[in-house]
């Protein structure tokens, strides 16, 4: 059973910092693809940024462009998400994704989801 577990989630303020990170586990795969969506209230939900694992090919949302980096560690099968100068829109429940196959995909499409972490930013 394909398990993914968030945490980091919180409230801080605008142009603050926080890191989001999600344990992967219950899954092999030579060539995964692994990273984040968010879903805002009344929006639709977004894909945020994603890494492969094979050979760390990253995709990052415009909007979240030189603001957030993602990293992995693929022995771990953990994912990292840094998240600076945050707005608050970027204000969403943000889960974990995981595909089990990234290959030629530009960006994570979510085989599997985590249950999410709440992140809101005060302006």
């Known amino acids: 059973e394909v398990q993914l577990v968030e945490s980091g989630g919180g409230l801080v303020q605008a142009g603050g910092s926080l890191t989001l990170s999600c344990e992967a586990s219950?899954?092999?795969?030579?060539?995964?693809?692994i990273g984040w969506f968010r879903r805002a209230p009344g929006k639709e939900r977004e894909g945020v940024s994603c890494?492969?694992?094979?050979?760390?090919?990253?995709y990052y949302a415009d909007s979240v462009k030189g603001r957030f980096t993602i990293t992995s560690d693929n022995a771990k099968m953990t994912v990292h998400l840094q998240m600076n100068n945050l707005k608050p829109e970027d204000t969403a429940v943000y889960y974990c994704?995981?595909?089990?196959?990234?290959?030629?995909?530009?960006?994570?499409?979510?085989?599997?989801w985590g249950q999410g972490t709440q992140v809101t930013v005060s302006s």
């Open positions: 219950g899954f092999t795969a030579d060539d995964y693809g």
């Open positions: 994704v995981v595909d089990m196959w990234y290959g030629i995909r530009t960006h994570c499409l979510g085989d599997f």
């Open positions: 890494i492969g694992s094979r050979d760390d090919k990253i």
